[in-house]
């Protein structure tokens, strides 16, 4: 089934409150980002304070002419500063938040189908392209394993040690060409490959 | 011989006095014992009353922001903060659970507060991922080192490119 994609908004709210995606402390995590409102935490707060992009995935099952929330997605900006913590303030595309609810996880039937999770995946890599980003983070939690192999499928690599609260900073880099258009990339104007060599 | 059976007499009732006495003295330490294990079980119920009202209040808080209700913007604060203060007496009250259970009580609300214990665990956990979001999104959770290994990446691939 193809997934359709709608851009969330507050007025979506009331539609999302049944979503269930898992009982770790990630998924619940999860689902209240996504079902909170302001001044609460979450997707509807961080689209007014951050300007992120959150979608909802919709299957639409025609025979019972019913649509399923399959999962959400998220697209922001992380801010960073070279030389820290004084130096120009950089910019490269952040993934807030992304989850598969637990009715849609797995394969779905059928031949040539995909894990919605990689068609969700692909839509978010694809907008921060779009965007003009050239770098895309995003953190996970060191247990989260699954959540961690299925990034690494995607082309992001664990760069950042785990922090206090346990997560790993990754980061998939979007093209090869070091001057294409769109903003300009976080990296070139970051550190010096010989910098970097020090560490 | 009046003075013999006297004396008898005293004895074996000052030897039922004892006893009593000392039966007392061991009833009145399993008494101790039970009324501890009872205190246990009120605190216990203390600690669940306030859970249920807390869960209350955020779930009928959270809903009512859904609902587009006005809510103060302190409430989540105020939420976070009683959530840890309620975790705050549990180790103590477990171990004196533990205390109970070891002299053989059964304490009918120890379930229920444990789980009660797991679900604000996890409320405080899930806080803790919320305060970690919020420094990713400052791109605090990305800081110098990784966007320095960013860069030796993004020069690998263009090496690896041309």
Known sequence: MELRIQEYSADLLSQIQSFECGTDDWCRHAERWIKSAPPFRGAIESIETHGNKVWLYFVDVDVFDEKYLVGFSS?????????????????AAFIPMLAVSLRFQGKPEGENTKHYSDEIMEHVIRVAREQGHRELCLYVHEDNARARRKYEKHGFSVLGSKNSKGNLAMLKVLDNQLSEGGQPSALESGPRLGDAAAL | MNDLLDQDYSLKLAKKHVEEYSKQDSIKALHNEAMECRDCEDWLEIGLEAFRWLK???????????????????APNSIATLYRAWLRPCDRAEGLAKEQIGRGFRLKNLTEFREACEFVRQQVRIIDLEDALDEAQQGEVFDEVFWQRAALKRSDQSDSSR
Request: aromatic residues 6%; without cysteine; neutral net charge.
């Open chain 1, 75 to 91: 697209l922001g900006k992380v801010k960073w500063k070279i030389p820290p913590p004084d130096g120009l303030e950089r910019e």
């Open chain 2, 56 to 74: 209350q209040a955020d779930q009928t808080i959270r809903q009512a922001a859904v609902e587009g209700f006005a809510v103060s913007s302190s």
